[in-house]
C-alpha cells in the first residue's frame, strides 16, 4: 500500500553528513534528500539504522509512522513492523498502519462476493462427518500477502451478506475448542489517578473528577467483596500515573489480591519488561493491553497530552509482556475511534505478528465500544450490534484459540446471546472506580463521576451465572 500520511515535520530536504560516521563507511543514500521533510542527520539519530542499511534508505516513502521508528534504536521499534529478523519496515502491519483507514476502505471495497465467500470456505472449520476434520492454517504460517487477502476479504463490505454463515462458522469453532465453560471475572480499580488526556476516558488529566488510589486495606476490602460473591478471577486496573500507581505499588496489590485468586490479570500503563518481570513474580497471570486504534493520525488525535501519545512505545508493550515471560495475553482496540474494518484486520495482522515472534503466546481479543463518560468526546464512528458481531466472528475464525472477551460494557441481552456463541471470557457485576465495590455495599450506588465509563449490564454476579446455566454453559471463576 502506498502511504497516505506525509510529513508536517519540516520543509528542510538537504542532507548533511552524520557526525557519527567517517565519510568512507556513511552511505551513498545520506547524500540524497530524505523524503521526510527534514535532512537525514535529523531523521536518523542512532547508528544501527545507518549501518544496516549501506545500499538504500531504510525506508523510502515520506511516512510519519516511518520517520518516528527511525528516530529510534532497532530496540526500541516494535518488531511486528518488521517481517523479519533484519531491522526493517516492511510487514503486513506496518503496511497497512502506514496507509490508514482510507487507503483501506477503498481497496475493500473492490472485494468481490466471491473472494468473500472463499476465505470463509477456508477458514471455517471443517465438519467431521465423513472423515477427519479439515486442518486450519495457522495465521502464523500464511504469508503476508494470504493474510491480508482473508482477513481483507472477510471484513469486507462484500462479506456483509455472509455475517450468518461467519457466525455460524465462529460459533462451530467456539465449541470445538472451549466446550461449555465460560470464565468471569471482575474488575479490581486501584487508582484513577491519570496523567494523560485521552479524550474518550473518564479519567483523563484535566477531569474535575475526584481522584482515588486505594491502600492494600482497602485493596483487601475490594478483594472481599469480589470473593464473597464467588469470584476467582480478577483484573487490576489504573490509569497512567507512575509518581502515584508506581510498580512497586502494583508489586504490592498484586501480591494482596494473588493469594486469594486463582487468576490475577493486570491493566495498566505500558512498563517495561523488567517491570512485567517484577508483577510475574508477584502473581500476574496475564496483562491487557488494548492499542486503542492502529491509525498514527487518529491516534495522534484522541491522545492529547501524556506519555500516551508515543503510539510506538505502545505497541510494542505486547512484546515486553511475553519477553518477561507472560504468556497470557489480551488485546484490543476501542470501537468508534477509527472505522471498525481497519481496526479489525490492524488488531488481526498484530496478533498474526505476535505468533510468529512467540509462538506459546495465548492470546485474548477484547471488543470494548466506546461509552459515555464524564468529560468525554463522544465516538466519531459509531459500531451497531451487526457490526460488532461481524468483527468477533472474524477474529474467532481467525484465532481460534483465542479467549474473546466481552465486558459490562454492553448490555446484557445482546452478552446473553453472544455468550454461547462467540464469548469465552466475560466480566460480571462490575464497578469501574476505586473502592466502588466496598462503597456499593456500604451505601447503594456510588457518585457516577469517579467512573471510567458508564456500564450497560448492572446485573448482580448471580444473575448472571444464573442466566449461563440456563443456556446450558459452565460458568468458572
Excluded at 516492511?90 to 471495497?109: I, K, V
Excluded at 497470557?328 to 468508534?336: D, P, S
Excluded at 476505586?434 to 463521576?449: H, K, L, V, W
Aim: hydrophobic share 40%.
Amino acid at each position: 500500500m502506498k502511504s497516505a500520511l506525509r510529513p508536517t515535520i519540516s520543509s528542510r530536504v538537504t542532507s548533511a553528513p552524520v557526525s557519527a560516521q567517517a565519510d568512507k563507511t556513511r552511505p551513498a543514500w545520506l547524500e540524497f534528500e530524505s523524503p521526510y521533510g527534514a535532512p537525514w542527520h535529523e531523521v536518523i539519530e542512532h547508528a544501527d539504522w545507518i549501518q544496516a542499511y549501506t545500499d538504500a534508505p531504510p525506508f523510502e516513502q515520506a511516512s510519519r509512522l516511518g520517520f518516528f521508528a527511525l528516530r529510534r534504536p532497532f530496540a526500541r521499534v516494535p518488531r511486528v513492523l518488521s517481517r523479519g529478523a533484519r531491522p526493517a519496515l516492511d510487514s503486513a502491519l506496518f503496511r497497512l498502519m502506514d496507509a490508514g483507514p482510507e487507503q483501506l476502505l477503498t481497496e475493500l471495497a473492490r472485494v468481490s462476493s466471491e473472494e468473500a465467500t472463499a476465505a470463509l470456505v477456508r477458514l471455517a472449520p471443517g465438519r467431521r462427518e465423513g472423515g477427519d476434520a479439515k486442518e486450519y492454517a495457522s495465521p502464523a504460517a500464511l504469508s503476508d500477502a494470504e493474510a491480508v487477502g482473508l482477513l481483507s476479504a472477510l471484513l469486507s463490505p462484500a462479506a456483509d451478506p455472509l455475517r450468518a454463515r461467519l457466525l455460524l462458522a465462529a460459533s462451530r469453532a467456539t465449541r470445538r475448542r472451549f466446550g461449555r465453560k465460560r470464565q468471569l471475572y471482575a474488575p479490581i480499580y486501584l487508582s484513577n489517578a491519570c496523567t494523560n488526556r485521552c479524550n474518550y476516558c473518564g479519567f483523563r488529566h484535566d477531569n474535575d473528577i475526584e481522584r482515588t488510589t486505594l491502600d492494600a486495606e482497602q485493596v483487601r476490602a475490594e478483594a472481599g467483596v469480589l470473593l464473597g460473591r464467588g469470584f476467582d478471577s480478577v483484573l487490576l486496573l489504573t490509569g497512567e500515573a507512575p509518581r502515584v500507581a508506581s510498580l512497586d505499588y502494583l508489586e504490592a496489590m498484586t501480591r494482596e489480591v494473588a493469594r486469594d485468586f486463582s487468576h490475577v490479570g493486570i491493566e495498566v500503563f505500558p512498563l517495561e519488561r523488567e517491570g512485567y518481570a517484577r508483577l510475574r513474580e508477584a502473581g500476574v497471570d496475564s496483562v491487557t493491553v488494548y492499542q486503542e486504534t492502529y491509525d498514527p493520525l487518529t491516534y495522534r488525535r484522541v491522545h492529547e497530552a501524556g506519555r500516551k501519545r508515543d503510539m510506538l512505545h505502545r505497541l510494542m508493550t505486547p512484546e515486553r509482556v511475553l519477553e518477561a515471560g507472560i504468556e497470557r495475553l489480551g488485546l484490543g482496540f476501542l470501537l468508534g475511534l477509527a472505522p471498525w474494518r481497519f481496526e479489525a484486520l490492524a488488531l488481526g495482522l498484530h496478533a498474526r505478528a505476535l505468533l510468529q515472534l512467540f509462538p506459546n503466546a495465548k492470546l485474548s481479543v477484547s471488543f470494548p465500544r466506546l461509552r459515555a463518560a464524564v468529560g468525554a468526546t463522544p465516538p466519531e464512528f459509531e459500531v451497531d450490534d451487526a457490526a460488532l458481531v461481524h468483527v468477533m466472528s472474524v477474529l474467532r475464525l481467525w484465532l481460534p484459540e483465542a479467549e474473546l472477551v466481552l465486558s459490562t460494557r454492553e448490555p446484557a441481552g445482546l452478552r446473553d446471546a453472544l455468550t454461547p456463541l462467540l464469548v469465552t471470557r466475560l466480566s460480571a457485576g462490575s464497578s469501574t472506580e476505586p473502592g466502588g465495590y466496598s462503597r456499593s455495599s456500604a451505601r447503594g450506588s456510588a457518585p457516577p463521576a469517579l467512573a471510567q465509563f458508564s456500564l450497560s449490564d448492572e446485573r448482580p454476579v448471580e444473575q448472571v451465572r444464573a442466566r449461563l446455566v440456563r443456556r446450558g454453559l459452565v460458568p468458572c471463576g
